[in-house]
């Protein structure tokens, strides 16, 4: 399961850009919207610029 530290995300949109199924922009911060073991899920928690996404 995804999940985003709301403190450390900078809101650039990277996870949502290469995993829309799971990520969207909420308020300027990433969110989870669905829970979904995707490949890109793992991408974008390696393209996050400051490791606010883990599993």
Not at 18 to 26: G, K, Y
């Amino acid at each position: 399961m995804a999940s985003i530290n709301k403190e450390k995300c900078i809101g650039c949109g990277a996870c949502v850009s290469i995993c829309s199924e799971v990520f969207e922009m909420h308020e300027g911060k990433a969110k989870v919207k669905a829970q979904k073991n995707i490949p890109c899920v793992q991408e974008a928690i390696d393209s996050c610029p400051v490791d606010a996404i883990s599993k």
